[in-house]
Every structure is written in structure tokens, then in C-alpha cells.
């Protein structure tokens, strides 16, 4: 079957800096993607780690390491606006298979 | 360039019912997917099309269905409505394969009474 962790809810302070973590065991692993979701709104892209290693963008970085099945979004400088749901999925081969999601992370940014 | 369009956005519907989304994707996108998102299961996949035809499909009753068009809009039917069937369905659509990165629609926000 195919299996994606993430932690449910995290909470984290303003201008701090917050990992969400994402595990996944899949038939076949082709790369991984992030997606952000305000509530009420649609996903956004976020970002794409098919390599291992960090990709950074701005103030969002993505890490990946395939021997461990594992992957983290990092957040720094956090702001109000992160608040937000951070959805991780799975494409497991290079062709047409649809994308595998997680069940996503609910992030609350507080003062 | 346009992004994703689901219409309508707000649904209310009685059991037994039927109904009927709209998605028009980004132009250019050939790929349609659908999803089904609740608070506990999280983005269930749907059905994908793509060139008019379903692709990929994942575990729901026959209930579910869709279709696409020449112009790649697609719509997506769910017919003897169900409480459970209560969700945001998401619309979300790729250049060409099912596992591109996929760009989403606002949602149709469905209630079943």
C-alpha cells in the first residue's frame, strides 16, 4: 500500500523557525512535492525535491533523503500568514500514476 | 494565465440527489484531476483525464463519475447523494502527465443535507 506521514497540528511562535516532517513508504518513489493550503482555499505549490538534499526557496527550504524514505519542509522567520495546512505528496513513478498525499499539517503560528 | 476554475462554488444538496462540478484548467494543461478532501481522510484521489479519456481512478463506489471535453474542461458527477459525500472537491490540473506538478482549483464546497 502506500504511506505518507505527517504530523497532525503544530504550533510555533512568530519569527521562529518550524520543521514538518513527512515519512513516506510507496510502491515506487519518482520525487516529492509540498503544498501549502490557507484554510478554505486551495493548494499551492510549494515546492519539488526529487534529488537528494536541501532546495531552498526564500524563507521555505525542502529537504530530501530516499534511503530513509523522508522529508522536511522548513519555515523560518514565521509569519502570521503561515498559518496553514503544509500537504506533502508522493509521485512514485515516472509516468501516470497519480500523486500519493498525505493527510497534511495543520500549522498555527502564534504571537 | 488563468489559473484553475471550479464552478459552482458552494453546493447544498438532500440525499438521493444528484450533482454535477464544472473544471476548466489551466489553458494549455491537458491533465484533469479530482480529489475528495474531508478533515479526516485528508485529499482522496478521484479519476484523472486526460485527451477525453480516464486515466487513472481511485477507490470510490460507481457513484462517482466524470468525463472530460475536447477543450479539456471536465466535470465530474456524483449521482444517489450521500451524507458522507459531504466534502471539497478539489480540481487540479497538470501539463500532461498524472504525476506533473499539479495546480489547483478553489473547490466546490458540497453539503449534504
Known amino acids: 500500500g502506500q504511506n505518507i506521514d505527517q504530523p497532525t497540528e503544530m504550533t510555533a511562535t512568530e519569527g521562529a523557525i518550524v520543521q514538518i516532517n513527512c515519512t513516506y513508504q510507496?510502491?515506487?518513489?519518482?520525487?516529492l512535492f509540498w503544498y501549502q493550503q490557507h484554510a478554505g482555499e486551495a493548494p499551492t505549490f510549494l515546492s519539488y525535491?526529487?534529488?537528494?538534499g536541501l532546495e531552498e526557496k526564500g524563507r521555505f527550504s525542502s529537504f530530501l533523503s530516499r534511503s530513509k524514505g523522508y522529508s522536511y519542509l522548513l519555515l523560518k522567520e514565521l509569519q502570521m500568514k503561515d498559518s496553514a495546512s503544509y500537504l506533502c505528496?508522493?509521485?512514485?513513478?515516472?509516468?501516470?500514476?497519480?500523486?500519493?498525499f498525505g493527510k497534511g499539517t495543520r500549522l498555527s503560528v502564534i504571537a | 494565465k488563468a489559473g484553475v476554475t471550479q464552478t459552482p462554488r458552494y453546493l447544498i444538496k438532500t440525499r438521493g440527489q444528484q450533482v454535477t462540478l464544472s473544471c476548466s484548467p489551466i489553458?494549455?494543461?491537458?491533465?484533469v484531476s479530482w480529489y475528495q478532501q474531508t478533515p479526516g481522510q485528508g485529499l482522496q484521489f478521484l479519476f484523472e483525464?486526460?485527451?477525453?479519456?480516464?486515466?487513472n481512478k481511485g477507490n470510490f463506489p460507481g457513484r462517482f463519475s466524470g468525463r472530460q471535453f475536447s477543450n479539456s474542461r471536465s466535470e465530474m458527477n456524483v449521482s444517489t447523494l450521500e451524507l458522507g459525500d459531504s466534502a471539497l472537491y478539489l480540481c487540479?490540473?497538470?501539463?500532461?502527465?498524472?504525476?506533473?506538478?499539479?495546480?489547483f482549483g478553489p473547490g466546490t464546497r458540497l453539503t449534504v443535507l
Open positions: 487540479a490540473s497538470s501539463l500532461a502527465l498524472a504525476d506533473d506538478t499539479q495546480y
Open positions: 510507496t510502491s515506487g518513489f519518482n520525487g
Open positions: 525535491n526529487v534529488l537528494d
Open positions: 505528496a508522493v509521485r512514485r513513478n515516472s509516468g501516470n500514476t497519480p500523486l500519493v
Open positions: 489553458s494549455g494543461h491537458r491533465s
Open positions: 483525464y486526460f485527451s477525453e479519456t480516464q486515466r
